[in-house]
């Protein structure tokens, strides 16, 4: 009987006396707020009206209006007791929507949501209905395009502060510190570039490619060739490693090293972008097999060594 404490309170205003009814709820006097709580904590709201950390304005200048006007505190009516924490949930919810929100105008509350804030303690028989409720939701279109446009709105024009921004940069390094995480999410970009390249491929088979028919100016080709000429590395360079690659032809079985990829490529009419870019997620192209690794120790430029 320990978990069956908590309960479901009305406050209540005292000077609309009547019978109001909603439902299968009825009421001497006009309803105005609905909450959910455990031992004294349905009284916290009257506690709260005179400070400035209360949110719901229209909750704090009810309770301020009633206590100058009668000099008394709301009426506060315990509607139901001796209840879990979910089923005090459940009846919350159902009690705001049958009554209805002030700020919605379906009614006189001044709930700003529609009930069931918290994180109650469920069982594990509980979590499992309640996955499988949520998953039949999300295969309705209606109900997900509902919930991802609500999202899009609420975070709409919001900016992160810097403690969250340093929050977040801290969890992803710590993530990809992981041997596991980095592995599956340097696996998915590989797969993801590798599917939109085909894609690519077979979209523009029956379309036009919008660079057809263009040619670069010689202004644009001399830039293109100086800065190409100034970044060249004897490796590829990552901070302050390199990247050694291995080529071996099927054909002839001759095996090469090299520090630079783009001279390789160009000394055995290979196509340096394709090479590139297969080299990350593939080990075969034509007659050649190849691998990279990567060799960790600075390596100067050329004309660092001149002096």
Known sequence: MKNNIFYVYVYLDPRNYGTYQYG??????????????????????????????????????????????????????????????????LLEINMIKYIGRKDLNT??????????????????????????????????????NNIIEKNKEAHKGKKLSENHKRK????????????????KTIKAIRLSSFKQ??????????????????KHKEIT????????????????????NIWIYYFKNIIT???FKTYSLRKFCDENNLNFNTISRYITFKNKYNNWEFRRKIYRKLIRRKNDHKK
């Open 197 to 214: 390249s085909k894609s690519l491929k077979e979209y523009y088979k029956n379309n036009k490619h919008p660079f057809d028919g263009r």
């Open 253 to 255: 079985n001759k095996k």
């Open 107 to 144: 009614g006189p509350l001044v709930n700003l949501t529609a009930g069931g804030e918290g994180n109650p303690k469920l069982s594990e028989k509980s979590k499992k209905q309640k996955g499988q409720k949520i998953k039949k939701w999300w295969k309705n279109e209606k109900y997900r």
């Open 24 to 89: 299968d709820y009825i009421f001497q006097y006009e309803p105005f707020y609905v909450g959910k709580a455990k031992y004294n904590n349905g009284y916290r709201h009257i506690r709260k009206c005179n400070l400035k950390k209360d949110n719901n304005k229209l909750k704090t200048n009810k309770i301020k209006k009633i206590q100058r006007e009668t000099t008394k505190d709301p009426i506060i009516l315990k509607y139901k007791e001796g209840l879990k924490e979910y089923d005090a949930i």
């Open 168 to 183: 977040i940069v801290e969890s992803s390094k710590y993530l990809w510190q992981q041997k596991n995480f980095r592995n």
């Open 221 to 240: 080709k001399k830039k293109i060739s100086n800065t190409l000429h100034q970044k060249e590395l004897i490796g590829k360079k990552n901070g302050n």
